[in-house]
C-alpha cells in the first residue's frame, strides 16, 4: 500500500515561509517536531513512516531550519517565535487540538507551546526530551558526547566545529563529516545507525550551513531555564520515552515525568538517543498503544 505525501508551504505571523511535509491521510493528525534547534525534518521523517500506516503524520522544518525560509537575524530566531510558528500550523491546518509529538529539542518546543497554549493541545509524546532545566543537565550532556567520542576523533570534531563558525564556506562534505563524527555518541550500539532511514544531511546546503548558529540563537534565546514549575500547571497527558543510555541524563527524564502531573514513562535498554530506529520492535508498539487510548 502507497502512503500518502503532501507538502507545501505555511506562513508564520511575521511574515516566515515554513515548509511542511504529510504523510498518511488516516487516523489522529500527529504534529512532528524535531530536534536540534538547527536540524530538520528529514533526519526522522523517513523512520517515522511505520506510524503513518494507521495516522496523518505532520512534519514541518521549523524556523530558519531545512526547507523554511533562512533567516539571518538571530533575534528573529527564538524559541518564543518557534511557538509562534507552531501556533501558526495549527490555524493554517484548522486544528483545534493537536497531539504534539517531539524528539529531543522538539520535546522542549511542544512543552513550550503547551506553556503557551494549553487549551490546544490534547496530548504529548516526548522522546530522548532534551534537560528541562539547564543547570545542570546541560554541562552534563555535552560533556557526555564528548567522553563518549573516540578520542583519535575530538581534534578533527574541534577542527570543523571552529571551520563551521564561517558558514558561508562551508561545504556538504564537511557537514556530513560532522554529523559522522557525532553520531556513534548519541547511540548506545553505534553500529545501529545502519538501521537509520533518515538522513541528516538531507537539507539544503544553505540552512545546513547555519544548523549551528540557530541552535544558538534559540538556545540562547531560553536563558537559564527551569520548566518544572510550569510543567506542574499543566493538566495535558504526556508520555515521556527515554534511552537508558541516551547522553541526554536520565535524570533529567525522569524529572519530565515527575513534573508532568498526567504522565507516564517508558525507558527503554540497549537504546541511546534515537529509539525509533535503535528499538523499533519497542518504540513502535507503545506509542501505537498510547495514542489509540484517546
Not at 488516516?26 to 538547527?38: A, D, E, F, Q, R
Not at 563518549?148 to 570534531?157: A, L, Y
Not at 534559540?218 to 514549575?229: C, K, P
Request: net charge negative.
Amino acid at each position: 500500500m502507497t502512503t500518502s505525501v503532501k507538502n507545501g508551504y505555511f506562513t508564520s505571523t511575521d511574515g516566515n515561509k515554513l515548509y511542511y511535509k504529510q504523510i498518511g491521510d488516516s487516523g489522529k493528525t500527529v504534529i512532528m517536531l524535531h530536534g536540534g534547534p538547527g536540524l530538520h525534518m528529514n533526519y526522522f521523517a523517513p523512520d517515522m513512516e511505520p506510524l503513518a500506516e494507521n495516522h496523518t503524520l505532520l512534519f514541518y522544518d521549523q524556523r530558519s531550519c531545512g526547507r523554511s525560509e533562512l533567516v539571518r537575524e538571530p533575534t528573529q530566531i527564538t524559541a518564543d517565535e518557534n511557538v509562534q510558528d507552531l501556533e501558526a500550523l495549527r490555524q493554517h491546518f484548522k486544528l483545534d487540538q493537536m497531539i504534539l509529538f517531539g524528539h529531543s529539542w522538539g520535546a522542549g518546543l511542544a512543552a513550550l507551546y503547551a506553556m503557551a497554549y494549553p487549551e490546544h493541545v490534547q496530548q504529548m509524546i516526548l522522546v530522548g526530551s532534551m534537560p528541562l532545566r539547564a543547570d545542570p543537565y546541560m554541562q552534563t550532556f555535552g560533556e557526555t558526547l564528548m567522553e563518549r567520542m573516540d578520542p583519535s576523533k575530538k581534534e578533527r570534531h574541534a577542527q570543523i566545529t571552529d571551520e563551521m563558525q564561517n558558514p558561508d564556506n562551508v561545504q556538504l562534505a564537511l557537514i556530513r563529516e560532522y554529523f559522522d563524527l557525532m553520531m556513534p555518541s548519541y547511540l548506545y550500539d553505534p553500529a545501529s545507525a545502519s538501521n537509520m532511514r533518515g538522513d541528516i544531511s538531507d537539507a539544503p546546503l544553505e540552512t545546513l550551513r547555519h544548523m549551528n548558529g540557530v541552535g544558538g540563537a534559540v538556545m540562547g534565546s531560553l536563558g537559564n531555564f527551569d520548566w518544572r514549575e510550569a510543567l506542574s500547571r499543566l493538566d495535558i497527558p504526556a508520555y515521556v520515552i527515554h534511552g537508558v543510555h541516551d547522553p541526554i541524563p536520565r535524570a533529567s527524564a525522569h524529572e519530565w515525568a515527575e513534573a508532568l502531573p498526567d504522565s507516564r514513562m517508558l525507558e527503554i535498554d540497549e537504546c541511546g538517543h534515537f529509539s525509533f530506529f535503535e528499538q523499533p520492535d519497542v518504540f513502535f508498539p507503545a506509542v501505537a498503544a498510547y495514542l489509540d487510548e484517546f
